[in-house]
């Protein structure tokens, strides 16, 4: 009865190693999916999924100019406090511009100040803290953030990862209109590469 017995585990074991023997067997014979960096790249194609830190989007008919309102919804929603957003302050109006406003005002007429642009006049990025949840992308109603497809980011810093995402989009979008992007030192020139 126990020869019995120990030859059923003994068949039990074969079987169990058989099966794991196929799952490698399965796993070699299956194309690779990863490449030898620096040897080989990620083609663009497998890029598309990938989710980096978050970058602004530009509008459509300025590429350079961010779509963000600068609501400050991302900054508020975000749990790991990596965004920063100040809004720009409205422009000083002009000596005749004050004078007409000022010739309406005794006239008791209401005067309409100039307003402040809405794009932001700093948009800074913290990816040393950011989790990559994407609540700031879901929370944009303008959807002005996404993930970038920036699959190389090293650094030696902690500030290699701190981004200045208004310069960022600026040079992509001079990089694309095949200008040469001005450097900014803020914009962490050890990671842009190619508009990336």
């Known amino acids: 009865m126990t020869m019995i017995r120990e030859f059923g585990k003994a068949l039990q074991g074969l079987w169990?190693?058989?099966?794991?023997?196929?799952?490698?067997?399965?796993?070699?014979?299956?194309?690779?999916?990863?490449?030898h960096?620096?040897?080989?790249?990620?083609?663009?194609?497998?890029?598309?999924?990938?989710?980096?830190?978050?970058?602004?989007?530009?509008?459509?008919?300025?590429?350079?100019v961010p779509r963000?309102?600068?609501?400050?919804?991302?900054?508020?929603?975000?749990?790991?406090?990596?965004?920063?957003?100040?809004k720009q302050k409205p422009p000083k109006p002009t000596p005749e511009q004050k004078t007409a406003m000022e010739e309406a005002e005794a006239r008791g007429e209401k005067v309409k100040k100039p307003a402040a642009p809405k794009d932001p006049a700093r948009f800074s990025y913290d990816f040393s803290l950011c989790s990559l949840c994407g609540t700031c992308v879901e929370s944009c109603p303008a959807d002005s953030l996404r993930f970038s497809n920036e699959i190389y980011q090293a650094g030696f810093d902690r500030k290699d990862f701190h981004f200045d995402l208004l310069?960022?989009?600026?040079?992509?979008?001079?990089?694309?209109?095949?200008?040469?992007?001005?450097?900014?030192?803020?914009?962490?020139?050890?990671?842009?590469?190619g508009g990336k």
């Open 68 to 86: 963000c309102i600068s609501c400050g919804m991302c900054a508020m929603n975000c749990p790991s406090a990596c965004l920063t957003v100040v």
């Open 16 to 35: 169990s190693l058989a099966i794991g023997l196929g799952v490698t067997f399965r796993a070699f014979v299956r194309p690779q999916v990863t490449v």
């Open 167 to 193: 310069a960022r989009l600026r040079g992509q979008a001079e990089s694309r209109s095949g200008r040469t992007p001005n450097p900014d030192p803020s914009s962490n020139p050890k990671t842009d590469k």
């Open 37 to 64: 960096y620096p040897r080989a790249t990620v083609d663009d194609a497998n890029l598309r999924t990938f989710h980096g830190h978050v970058e602004l989007v530009g509008k459509d008919d300025q590429s350079a």
